[in-house]
Nanobody, 115 residues
Framework: QVQLVESGGGLVQPGGSLRLSCAAS????????MGWYRQGPGKQRELVAT???????HYANSVKGRFTISRDNAKNTVYLQMNSLKVEDTAVYYC?????????WGPGTQVTISS
């Protein structure tokens, strides 16, 4: 059984920063991809950022230059540093990991950008 626990969400003013963390536990041998999706109010879930086992990263155009994804393989943890946050970044953020047996998702953490 694999479990993902997210943390770091919250309420911040426009222009502020947040750092999300997602720790995976359970029977894990090798994690291929790790990343984050988000789903804003009335919107479809969208990919935010992905990082491979070789630390190759990919970002949605809307967050390039503002968000940074990283991972700590020793801790089975993926991070998302979010800077210069905008109101439109408001969403539930979901982390995921890709294992040989499939993809596992976190329960989501709310990020709200508001003045």
């Amino acid at each position: 059984q694999v479990q993902l626990v997210e943390s770091g969400g919250g309420l911040v003013q426009p222009g502020g920063s947040l750092r999300l963390s997602c720790a995976a536990s359970g029977t894990i041998f090798s994690i291929y991809y790790m990343g984050w999706y988000r789903q804003g109010p009335g919107k479809q879930r969208e990919l935010v950022a992905t990082i491979t086992s070789g630390n190759t990263t990919h970002y949605a155009n809307s967050v390039k230059g503002r968000f940074t994804i990283s991972r700590d393989n020793a801790k089975n943890t993926v991070y998302l540093q979010m800077n210069s946050l905008k109101v439109e970044d408001t969403a539930v953020y979901y982390c995921y990991i890709s294992l040989s047996g499939g993809i596992h998702w976190g329960p989501g953490t709310q990020v709200t950008i508001s003045s």
